[in-house]
């Protein structure tokens, strides 16, 4: 199985501040032939399901504002929020779709410091 | 509007088994596929496996083969997860997702807690 292993656990920025969380594949989840990172974001609020983010490493979904991107490739991947906001407070998962079992990271807690 | 509406809580005793079922609308059900995850109480989000509202092909997780039973019902863009043999290993929120190819959730259902306790 891969193995998907997030930095930091837990993340207390500033209001207005950038925030950025990593994301470590224990294998390589670009697929040479279509030349796509399988991976994706997700927010999840306390008490509510996931919400995704991002997919295939970078593109954003509709509605999600665009402070949030990602980047990366290969096996090292980063969210960023340029400039948090209270409503970003939440726990933050990758997740790669590369092979079965599709597995995810374990979560980010990202708080107002 | 996409909307993934589950069953409510469960409890049950161990060696029991749920089901949950997870009604679609605001889409063309047969035209997607519906992923289920789990996740236990503080803890973080398990993949179980992902079924095809089209042809009913399924692929699940190895930790739950055997043990889990993925359908769908189009003539009610309804989807099933059934999960037998349970142990308090068990006791999570289940979520299902609808899933286009077998790859990511972009929409989620509300979750349905299952709790196992004799």
């Known amino acids: 199985d891969i193995v998907m292993t997030q930095s930091p656990d837990s993340l207390p920025v500033s209001l207005g501040e950038r925030a950025t969380i990593n994301c470590k594949s224990s294998q390589n989840i670009l697929y040479s032939s279509n030349n796509k990172n399988y991976l994706a974001w997700f927010q999840q609020r306390p008490g509510q399901p996931p919400k995704l983010l991002i997919s295939w490493a970078s593109t954003r979904e509709s509605g999600v504002p665009d402070r949030f991107s990602g980047s990366g490739s290969g096996t090292d991947f980063t969210l960023t929020i340029s400039s948090l906001q209270a409503e970003d407070v939440a726990v933050y998962y990758c997740q790669q779709y590369y092979s079965t079992p599709y597995t995810f990271g374990q979560g980010t807690k990202l708080e107002i410091k | 509007q996409v909307q993934l509406v589950q069953s409510g809580a469960e409890v049950k005793k161990p060696g029991a088994s749920v089901k949950v079922s997870c009604k679609t609308s605001?889409?063309?059900?047969?035209?997607?596929?519906i992923s289920w995850v789990r996740q236990a109480p503080g803890q973080g989000l398990e993949w179980m496996g992902w079924?095809?509202?089209?042809?009913?092909?399924?692929t699940y997780a190895q930790n739950f083969q055997g043990r889990v039973i993925m359908t769908t019902d189009t003539s009610t863009s309804t989807a099933y997860m059934e999960l037998r043999s349970l142990t308090s290993d068990d006791t999570a929120v289940y979520y299902c997702?609808?899933?286009?190819?077998?790859?990511?959730?972009?929409?989620w259902g509300q979750g349905t807690l299952v709790t196992v306790s004799s």
């Open positions: 079924i095809s509202a089209y042809n009913g092909d399924t």
């Open positions: 605001g889409y063309t059900f047969e035209t997607f596929g």
């Open positions: 997702a609808r899933d286009e190819w077998n790859w990511y959730g972009d929409y």
